[in-house]
């Protein structure tokens, strides 16, 4: 079956780069997304990207999709505290649903 | 507007009792998804609804789970004779579903936590 996989977790200092990795295996995922959980709170869409692309840049985040590897990253330009979170990363397989990654803890120190 | 909106926020029941757990989702969302998420990992898909369809429940672990929805919009999950196992956030999503709102973009509610004792 479909297995989406990450990094327990990352830590970095507040301004540096993040990256958070993810690889997953169903080859017929249609797009990609990244899902940022805060502490007490529900999950937010933070960014998605198609599987035809292999780059999608958003104000501070940017996707890299290697499509052959089936890995998918998420860079976080510029990291600010409030950014600590847990990041999820997800695949649309058939039907509709997502299958998650067990998500990385983020931890930015000041 | 108001997002996906989830009842009770907190729930601790005992042991082989029942619960219900309620999912309000976002007015005119077609799909309506349920996810648990337990201790220490991600978050398993359980049933999937989409508009007048039979749902897709591949992911209910047992048949203590079930689901409805009622007039295609608020949604029930029920679970029968609670174990410890069953202890976790459960997550109501929707999204607009194949009639738009490419890619499908699933909108979380805040989850209701489950602790059976």
């Known amino acids: 079956g479909e297995d989406v996989e990450q990094s327990l977790f990352l830590s970095v200092r507040e301004g540096d780069s993040s990256v958070i990795n993810c690889t997953y295996t169903?080859?017929?995922?249609?797009?990609l997304y990244w899902y940022k959980q805060e502490p007490g709170a529900g999950l937010q869409l933070l960014t998605y990207i198609f599987s035809n692309m292999d780059m999608k840049q958003d104000q501070r985040l940017t996707v890299l999709l290697n499509k052959k590897d089936k890995h998918l990253s998420l860079r976080i330009a510029d990291t600010q505290t409030g950014d600590s979170a847990i990041y999820f990363c997800?695949?649309?397989?058939?039907?509709?649903?997502?299958?998650f990654g067990g998500g990385t803890r983020l931890m930015v120190k000041p | 507007g108001a997002g996906v909106s989830q009842s009770p926020s907190n729930k601790v029941t005992e042991k082989g009792k029942d619960v219900e757990l309620r999912c309000d989702p976002i007015?005119?969302?077609?799909?309506l998804y349920w996810y648990r998420q337990s201790l220490g990992q991600g978050l398993e898909f359980l049933i999937y609804f989409q508009g007048n369809s039979a749902p897709d429940k591949s992911g209910l672990p047992s048949d203590r789970f079930s689901a409805e929805r009622t007039g295609g919009s608020v949604s029930t999950l029920t679970i029968q004779r609670t174990q410890q196992e069953d202890s976790a956030v459960y997550l109501c999503a929707s999204s607009l579903g194949r009639a738009g709102g490419t890619p499908y973009e699933q909108y979380f509610g805040p989850g209701t936590r489950l602790t059976v004792t």
């Open positions: 169903d080859s017929s995922s249609t797009y």
């Open positions: 007015s005119g969302h077609t799909a």
């Open positions: 997800a695949e649309k397989v058939p039907g509709n649903m997502l299958t």
